[in-house]
Every structure is written in C-alpha cells, then in structure tokens.
C-alpha cells in the first residue's frame, strides 16, 4: 500500500461546478498536508497546505483534513477552465519536511 | 523575483552514459530537495541538502545516483550507467527555513534511450 492514495480520474466537469479532490494516507506521522497543482509540463505549484486537521480557505479553494479518517480534500468553487491541471496531494511529517504525494488526479474543466 | 531554475530542460542519452542535472534554488534558500516523477505518478523523494549537506539521502535509488550542494546553492544530480528504467522528470525544489513551502522548478526531462 503506498502511504498516499489519490484517484487519478480523469475528472470532466463543466465551468462553474464545484469540485471535490480526495485522498487518504496511512503514515500516521504526517502532520502537514499540501495540495500542488501541475499544468502539463510545468513543475508542480503549491496551492496550499494544512497542519494536521481542519480546514483552510483561500479565494475559491478549501483544503480539509480529517486525521481521524486519515483523509484529506480539497474543494474549488466556481470552476473556470484554467483550473484545468493535474492536483497533487501531499503528506509530510519529521524534520526534513520531505513530501511524500499522491499520483495526482487530472482535472478538465470545460468551458 | 526568480524562481527554482533547472538546465537543461531535456536530455536524451544512451543507455550506460553518464550524465549531470542541474539546479540552481531561489536565493537565500537554504534547504533544497531532489525529485523523480515517472510519467502518470506523483514526484518521488530522492534526497534533501540542508546547506551544503545531505541530510536525507534516503529516496536515491541505487548507488548509481549521486549529488552535490558544495557551496550551500546550486545543487548537481549526477547519473551513472544510466538505465531505460532511469528516464524521468527529474525535479528541483528549495525552501526557506520554513520548509513546509516548497517551490518546485520546470524540471528536467531525462530520457535514456
């Protein structure tokens, strides 16, 4: 079982919708969770990140963390076609901070 | 201000070459870290320099793979015999002492033909 699970879609959905990313991890020492996104070709681009559970809002994005679930999401409101990416999720736990991910969901947003 | 910068941008080589990937981080970030995406997964951890140390070499495969930060800034992976099953995106990131931002650069996109 690899310590980060994430559904790699793809997900289609029309402009204006709210999506709904998830993924769920099994290291119980992961304290940080992270969410990047990644345009074709491009290196990834941290949207952001959460310290152990909660949520987190920024402009139309929400990041949650349930680690009693050990389950993490991330919402996007109002959909518009350049959110059309790759969504990496995330974990970290220890000193170094190294980040162990998912394999990422690829998202269309269609106008 | 300038980002995570990685040259080249491509590499093809043959199977057993050798071969260098470089990364020069955001100025004045001390912690830098190495990743390898394969096509379809997520970036894999290679290793982690705090300054010029390696303080996390843990995710490099083999002993074929090997790298450098000797003055605490720009940071050279270096790739030896390399294999078919070597070909990848390899990333850079580097972060401020709060480590938890990462800023990653383009990539390299190696490709052992």
């Known amino acids: 079982q690899k310590e980060v699970e994430q559904d790699p879609g793809p997900l289609s959905v029309p402009e204006g919708a709210i999506v709904s990313l998830n993924c769920t991890y099994s290291?119980?020492?992961?304290?940080?969770f992270m969410w990047y996104r990644q345009y074709s070709r491009k290196g990834p681009e941290l949207l952001m990140y959460?310290?152990?559970?909660g949520n987190k809002e920024d402009g139309r994005f929400t990041a949650q963390v349930d680690k009693s679930s050990k389950y993490i999401s991330l919402f996007i409101r109002d959909s518009q076609p350049s959110d059309s990416a790759t969504y990496l999720c995330?974990?970290?736990?220890?000193?170094?901070?190294?980040?162990?991910f998912g394999k990422g969901t690829l998202l269309t947003v269609n106008p | 201000g300038a980002g995570v910068s990685q040259t080249p941008s491509n590499k093809v080589t043959e199977k057993g070459k050798y071969v260098e990937l470089r990364c020069d981080p955001i100025?004045?970030?001390?912690?830098l870290y190495w990743y390898r995406q394969s096509l379809g997964q997520g970036p894999e951890f290679l290793i982690y320099?705090?300054?010029?140390?390696?303080?996390?070499d843990s995710g490099l495969p083999n002993d074929r793979f090997f790298a450098v930060r000797p003055e605490g800034s720009v940071s050279t992976l270096k790739i030896q015999r390399t294999e078919r099953g070597d070909s990848a995106v390899y990333l850079c990131?580097?972060?401020?002492?709060?480590?938890?931002?990462?800023?990653f650069g383009p990539g390299t996109r190696l490709t052992v033909t």
């Open positions: 990131a580097s972060s401020s002492g709060q480590h938890l931002e990462q800023y």
């Open positions: 290291n119980s020492a992961f304290q940080y």
């Open positions: 959460t310290y152990s559970s």
């Open positions: 995330a974990g970290s736990g220890g000193s170094n901070y190294k980040l162990t």
């Open positions: 100025s004045g970030h001390t912690a």
């Open positions: 320099f705090q300054g010029t140390g390696a303080a996390d």
